[in-house]
């Protein structure tokens, strides 16, 4: 708990919800959609961990919770992908050198804005590089074992947990290996989980228990439907009877930042993400920068701000920008205090904690000054008031070990609230796909429990790598959105078709090695999998 808050009436606690799907493709050396890591390291993930460490450097006291997926740092960890993010983030800055001579001439008003990216690129080489030896997880590592941030898992690849019911072998692998794959990266238990999609169902929380997993989050109907009137809202966790508590969103300080209408990043002095200099200038001139195709895509230099809802932008001008984003902090600070100082007067000796859980991409790739308003927002926090403390839900557990006893409700965050989103028209014919994956899984893991040929164990530790990687919710999110739609099926059916002839190989006794070989050196995710997370528990 935050030190010198004696007269707080409430807590804050902010999540960061840190996650993309696993991409790795070693077979090509220019993959498209392997931007999206890198993007994220250089917008978002980067600016977070700079930040953080400028509040540390600065003796701000703060705290942050954020989830960090296994596909997530699966990738932060890859050797192949590291080196691939240093040659990307290397041409950002040839790119960016480029732009301060030509803006220097022909686009002047645009000049000083092509300096920030120079100083930001280079800023992420350092970070990357000369701070964290290429691996980012050392850097959040770090900062966790301060004290500052609680960094807490997710299912090992972002399953949708709502629609894996009918498999309950499936559900404790995904835990199993996210489980282990945070020890791994983070050299400690989680103590709190984020459901993908904030999917909950009744009965999840008895296998997040077994993974002494302590708490997790869903949104604010999953605590206002609970089987028990919530005694009060989302402004205290309940415990489901297994113990594990959930912790329910706040819409009134989410909608601060997540409504297209009403939210922060609309203001018209924030940078436009749909402006980039990839498709803006000559295409001979960007060529080198580009997908080697020749197929235009975002270089992250965006020359202009918001403006407006018409179609004519003016240029960015990084000093207003930064002023928006104190005054939008100190606005967020504000509301909160008046939010906690009303709620306090209906909670007895119980101060009310405010959820404010949002995806980590937003602050930074999405709103691009999205890390400067929260590092704006922790140092108000710290130094213009006493009457609002940060927390984590650790934290509020240790000071509030006794709580309400309900199940949530059964649901989701997304459109509707109710897994909509991941099972509708354009993507429900993947499920009856997902499920004969996970049931015949769970067969073989059963059947060679006591296996010890090294090749066949190789093999079932592969299928299992593909059962998770075809059960990512990315994949069905996207075929709804309408983004990448082919790449999204494509990696749906390519996850089942490995997998089923792994079976085939497994169940005829004729598994060939170069296949098994091959698809190590492809999908090499947790290389710690151990098949037998999915073999039914022992009596």
Known sequence: MLVGKEKAKGML?????????????????????????????????????????????????????????????????????????????????????????????????????????????????????????????????????????????????????PLMQTVPGAIRAQLAVATESHRQAFGRSPRGIWNAECGYFKGLDRYLAKEKIRFFFVDTHGILNASCRPAYGVYAPLYTPTGVAAFGRDIESSKSVWSSEEGYPGDANYREFYRDIGYDLDLDYIRPYIHESGFRKNTGIKYYRITGKTVYKRPYVERWAQDRAATHAGNFMYNRQQQVKHLAGFMGDRLPIVVSPYDAELFGHWWYEGPDFLNYLFRKIHFDQNELDLCTPSEYLKRYSVNQVAYPSMSSWGANGYCSVWLESSNDWIYRHLIKMAERMVELANTYRFENDGLRIRALNQAAREVLLAQSSDWAFIMKTRTMVEYAVKRTKEHVNWFTELYYMLKENRVDEGFVSYLEGKNNIFSFMDYHVYANPED
């Open 13 to 161: 606690c902010m999540m960061l919800h840190a996650h993309l799907p696993f991409v790795r493709h070693p077979e090509y050396d220019d993959f498209l959609e392997e931007d999206w890591l890198y993007e994220a390291i250089t917008e978002t993930y980067i600016p977070l961990l700079d930040m953080m460490n400028g509040l540390l450097r600065d003796g701000v006291d703060f705290r942050l919770t954020m989830s960090m997926t296994p596909p997530l740092t699966a990738m932060l960890r890859d050797g192949l992908l590291q080196q691939r993010y240093l040659r990307n983030i290397e041409k950002l800055i040839e790119l960016a050198e480029k732009e301060v001579a030509r803006t220097r001439v022909s686009q002047r008003e645009c000049y000083d804005t092509a300096q920030m990216y120079l100083r930001k690129f280079r800023r992420c080489r350092e970070v990357f590089v000369d701070q964290n030896g290429m691996d980012l997880t050392r850097g959040f590592r770090a900062v966790m074992e301060t004290g500052k941030l609680e960094i807490i898992t997710c299912g090992a690849t972002h399953g949708f947990f």
